[in-house]
């Protein structure tokens, strides 16, 4: 399929990613998707989708991960209506509240769902990929819960600048290893974990944090992370006693921003916007803008936008934000731009920052630096448009990016921007 | 010029060897590493000591390789080294009437995908490549990329490995040009821990499906493994092993001679 999408086609593929025909038998969601694995993963990743669909149709899989989300995890987490937030931006402004969510941001809904699929699959061992650390402290505690040791991969880069997270992870039980190789971010702890599981594709379990990589990953996240939209929508209609105007969401894989568009997708009268990292402006390297300036090509097992030279190599990328800092994107977010439904923009380190900063004083929250990006484009949007309502969502709580905040108290913006 | 499609050539080149009563040895270089500016020089000293020559091209993100190629290929980015680059240095020789051993290029996707598999196709036939393998291209995926090759007498050489069941084994086995690939051994490549206990049952069982000669890859680093592993596949592949003699400044051809010893 063309990536260029006719009229029709883009109206048959909106329809057919609400009646759940997206992804298809072959995981492709329209021109993007698929499996691009090495041949040593493609029976583990074809017996995963089989039994990923036979688990989520299984009540007795939901009853149990009913009963962890709500006990463990502490869902449902709270629509919070920012008051003041409302007063200085001119707009009535809702925060979904995946902060509050146990090990502080919304990673652990897909952790613990892809962990116990682990148990019931008889994994005996998981792997994990982390960039903020957050999928790896949420992937730590899950595996600690159920009962399966992991192993974490996490770019040097990130091990330095999350640090506290390493600590959480190494306390929960899990083997942290730093990742040298290639840009030492989070791709490059993609591609190790990869390589880990290509070397115990039987009793090893891939537990990948975001909404990429190869079907059914992308697929079963999203699953996983839709409740978060789910209970959004209806505490929309419950406190607020309407659906909001626009919903924002920053897109880094796209894991929270697939979780919170998802059950929003048919409200043709909601406007949908993801926010990417601008890191320090447009040109390449200096962002992590995948959808907003990307190509179609091949990345981590599936075809989407990519971040690449004209000779098809991945580009390295800059956010000031960790949990952004990728070359990629998920297939859906790729068709979600492509047929019109999603818009997709970018804000830059300082914009980030700027949105951070205002919702501590005005809220008392302080928020991920990857989440601090949505507000950024949400306060843009209300700039614009005054007496609106609109939904952020919250992906997580900003304690593990204390360590740059710090620095950057005490030194001049521009210089100390990582 | 032959006129006999390039991956019946590199097929050819192996069977040969067999009909010599040996494996066939196929060595693997990263192209221009260690210095872009050898590298035809260190291809025709790897061509006339082997079989079949494996061209790497480099890729950012090599997901399949362990860390000696993994660092032979960013070493090559970094010194500019492209897929276009590759091409257009082999079809310079071949203009000039320099003829190496049968050559297939190892490449991820994205760079073939970055190209275009039409303008590969044509580009590559030029060059005297016969055939493609592409370690995250598998069978399900790769129907247009193999029509739109063999418009151009070209292949792709599939991979099977120890984890592939015995249907999908013969689906693999029936889609490939060239050979097929027996990976020894879950895992990314260069691992040194040796062969597995039950390769021979393994190369056997593909060996029994296969309509085109069988060779075996990864951890394979001396003659004494080349000896072991052709007693039940029809060539061995040689790759971490040659580009470690590399980065130790090890004359290229010597080392795959003495893989033959």
Redesign the interface.
Known sequence: MDFELTAEQRRSLLEQLLTDRLPDV?GRFGPYG???????????LKRLAVVAREQLDDPSFQAELNVELTQWVGRPTALTYARALSLRWGTSVWLKREDLAHTGAHKINNALGQALLARRMGAKRVIAETGAGQHGVATAAACARVGIPCRVYMGAVDVERQAPNVDRMQQLGAEVIPVE??DATL?AAI?EA??DW?????QGYYLLGSAVGPHPYPWLVRELQKVIGREARGQMLSLAGRLPDAVFACVGGGSNAIGLFHPFLGDAEVELVGVEAGGRGSGLGQNSATLVTGT??????SLSL?L?D?????QETHSISAGLDYSGVGPEHALLKGIGRVRYESATDVEALDALRECCAAEGILPALESAHALAGARRWAAERRDGVILIGLSGRGDKDMPTLSRLLHADEDEVVT | MSAQPGHEQVTAAIRAAGEQGRPALLPFVTAGYPDPAGFIELLSAVSAAGDVVEVGVPFSDPMADGVTIQRASRAAIEAGVSLRWILEQLQAVRAAGHRFAPLVLMSYLNPLYSYGYRRLATDAAAAGVGAFIVPDLPLEEGAEFRATLAAEGLGQVQLVTPTTDARRLEAICAASSGFVYAVTTTGVTGGSSGLPADLAAYLDRVRAVSPLPVCAGFGIRDAEQVRLVGEHADGAIVGSALVEALERGDDAKAFVESLRA
């Open positions: 072959q698929g499996c691009y694995a090495p041949e040593t993963l493609m029976p583990a190789s290639g791709r591609d990869f390589r290509v070397g115990d594709p039987e179609p090509g091949i990345l981590h097992g990519l690449q004209e000779h098809g190599q991945v």
